[in-house]
């Protein structure tokens, strides 16, 4: 289970990391920043992520895509990235950590899936956000663990 659930990244307020005590946030791309394989991040998204780094709260992509994919989303958004990540295994945690030279207790996962973002987050002991997607993909692989999730989270989204 995610420890949080929010609707889009740009619904989470300020306020909400502050007290929190998050330092760093672990992004997602796809479903979470932008809409799947989109090349360009929401226009939110972007608003919300500059008024994050005004907080002085540093982010950090962590995707399973290539290099080529998240590089030049990454630096458009003036964040580092970890690509090739191996979610849900800790690897890309372990890379921000030093990175960010922040501790995992102040970092914060936020993505769009159960399998890979919130498994991330609790095999790297960092705490989640889960997002709903930006839209529903229309592989048979996404839609059936989109219907797990489903079950997963039946009743206990709040």
């Not at 990235?81 to 102040?106: D, R, Y």
């Amino acid at each position: 289970m995610p420890d949080y659930f929010f609707d889009k990244i740009w619904d989470i307020p300020l306020s909400f990391l502050e007290e929190n005590n998050i330092k760093c946030l672990l992004l997602d791309v796809d479903n979470t920043l932008t809409t799947h394989d989109n090349p360009e991040p929401h226009q939110n998204a972007v608003k919300w992520l500059d008024l994050v780094s005004k907080a002085g709260i540093k982010s950090v992509i962590i995707s399973n895509n290539t290099e080529p994919r998240v590089a030049p989303f990454a630096n458009d958004l003036g964040v580092q990235f970890v690509s090739h990540a191996k979610k849900p295994l800790s690897k890309g945690a372990k890379q921000a950590v030093k990175l960010t030279e922040t501790p995992k207790e102040n970092m914060l996962v936020i993505g769009d899936q159960i399998f890979t973002d919130v498994l991330f987050g609790k095999f790297s002991k960092v705490r989640t956000v889960l997002a709903t997607p930006m839209e529903l993909e229309t592989t048979k692989f996404f839609k059936f663990k989109r219907w797990l999730e489903r079950l997963i989270l039946k009743g206990k989204r709040k």
